[in-house]
């Protein structure tokens, strides 16, 4: 009696296809390269259970850039294997080399620990050329941009067709000549979340949704990964712990961000790039964006108290994200990537955290920072003072935050600090002459905001939240 198989396959390059010309430039065709990706990841392993006649059930886990199918025999193996080879060929010719498929198949027998081990093992191999290969010292030559075949209708599309003859293997309107197609939507057979703020009858543009912050009009990029995901994978007894796992998760992020969307706040301000097994990327309004962030943190730590309680240890129970607002005139796949490198830098800083206009904060300190943002906002209004308030408080914490000259004499840093709270109290005692004219709650607010961006003197020097200057440089931004 045959052993039953399993197979993994990761689809490579992605990210690198994603910021290449022209999609590097074109905001469309960035756009359409998302969807592009997030739908092969989908399309693949279902085709070819398609062509190998077996049923969908045989499908354990799918979507971003891996996936994992149940083959029932050896023949069945070495089938999808050719198989494998003809697509991941045809994406190198769509993408100039840049996107390619890896895979490995092993038997489903032992302990699952050691079956992953060796699935592993066999996709490393796959991922990384060995030194024997012909041309591996060869010098690098970069490879050229060559036409666009990525339909830009994908997103919209009710079915997707595929067939090795289409020049992106999918397409929305040839479904006539398809080889096979799917129905597109979160409860179909492509599960996707594909939402879109719209402008008119067409998809919102970057300006659209820069128009439509509240406060300077400015758009920004959201990016999220699961902490230790990977890790929480690995530690897992059986293939069919990993696949009810990976769908856990792959079904609250889909199912949290659709949710989302779909409310008054975000629904016409926030855009969904993808959303994958443990990761997501949307990009919208900036204001909007930090709602955003703040209610799927909130979403996700009950879902992980709920849900993930059983599971020993904290990995994958937290969620960190990056918001990166864009440069003037920045492409969506400059800011894309740039939100990337600040989640990399939140990620190696600590987890559960948040990359917020040049900083990492807790989650704790984010909420800390959104209530102090709302007392900076609020008096304000009160005092009327306006952008040049906040730039006085602004330079004021810049210059408390400043770390002393290293060179400088101890009487020198004693001077520079005693300077720098002298000022902190003058500018309070000016709150205090124009708080005589207001009611306690002014008082209560004035005094609170104070405690909490004049800080404390410690060993001479002022020592200050790092939520303070999160919370000024927000109350900034929503400033028209």
Not at 35 to 52: H, S, T, Y
Not at 257 to 270: A, G, K, T
Not at 324 to 339: H, N, Q, V, Y
Not at 432 to 458: C, I, P, W, Y
Request: a neutral charge.
């Amino acid at each position: 009696m045959s052993s039953q198989f399993l197979l993994q396959g990761k689809i490579l390059g992605g990210e690198e296809f994603l910021l290449a010309g022209p999609a590097d430039k074109d905001n469309r065709a960035f756009e359409a390269r998302t969807i592009w990706l997030a739908l092969l990841g989908e399309v693949i392993p279902r085709v070819l259970l398609a062509e190998l006649q077996l049923p969908p059930l045989m499908l354990g886990s799918s979507g971003g850039d891996r996936f994992v199918v149940i083959l029932p025999d050896q023949a069945r193996a070495q089938t999808a294997s050719q198989f494998l080879t003809t697509v991941s060929d045809a994406l190198a010719r769509i993408t100039i080399g840049r996107v390619r498929i890896a895979w490995s198949a092993t038997e489903n027998l032992g302990d699952w620990t050691v079956v992953r081990k060796r699935l592993h093992d066999g996709l490393r191999e796959g991922v990384q050329a060995p030194a024997a290969d012909p041309g591996f010292f060869a010098p690098f030559t970069p490879s050229s941009v060559g036409p666009d075949l990525i339909p830009r209708d994908l997103r919209e599309a009710a079915t997707i067709g595929w067939s090795l003859e289409f020049p992106a293997l999918l397409s929305a309107t040839s479904l006539e000549t398809a080889t096979h197609s799917f129905d597109v939507g979160s409860d179909k057979a492509l599960p996707l979340v594909r939402h879109a703020a719209r402008s008119g009858d067409n998809a919102a543009t970057t300006k659209d949704l820069a128009r439509r912050a509240h406060g300077l009009k400015l758009w920004a990029v959201l990016r999220g990964e699961i902490d230790d995901l990977s890790t929480r994978m690995r530690r897992l007894q059986s293939v069919e712990e990993h696949v009810h796992l990976s769908t856990l998760y792959k079904h609250f992020l889909a199912g949290e961000i659709e949710l989302l969307c779909s409310h008054s706040d975000y629904f016409q301000r926030v855009t969904v790039l993808n959303s994958e097994g443990g990761s997501f990327a949307v990009y919208g309004a900036w204001d909007a964006l930090t709602g955003f962030a703040r209610e799927l943190e909130r979403l996700f730590s009950r879902f992980a108290q709920e849900q993930l309680k059983e599971l020993p240890g904290a990995e994958a129970k937290t969620i960190t994200m990056a918001l990166t607002i864009a440069e003037s005139g920045a492409p969506l796949a400059r800011t894309f990537e740039d939100c990337g490198r600040d989640l990399e830098i939140a990620r190696a800083a600590d987890k559960d955290c948040f990359h917020l206009l040049g900083r990492v904060l807790e989650w704790k300190q984010f909420n800390d920072a959104a209530e102090l943002k709302e007392a900076v906002v609020k008096l304000n209004e009160e005092f009327r003072g306006g952008r040049s308030f906040l730039a006085q408080l602004r330079s004021l914490y810049r210059k408390v935050e400043m770390p002393a000259d290293p060179g400088a004499t101890l009487a020198a840093k004693q001077q520079d600090s005693e300077r720098l709270t002298a000022r902190a109290l003058r500018f309070q005692r000016t709150f205090a002459r124009v708080a005589t004219r207001r009611d306690r709650e002014f008082q209560k607010l004035r005094s609170h905001l104070m405690k909490e961006m004049a800080g404390r003197n410690m060993r001479g020097r002022l020592k200050l939240r790092p939520e303070g200057l999160i919370a000024l440089e927000w109350a900034r931004l929503a400033e028209d």
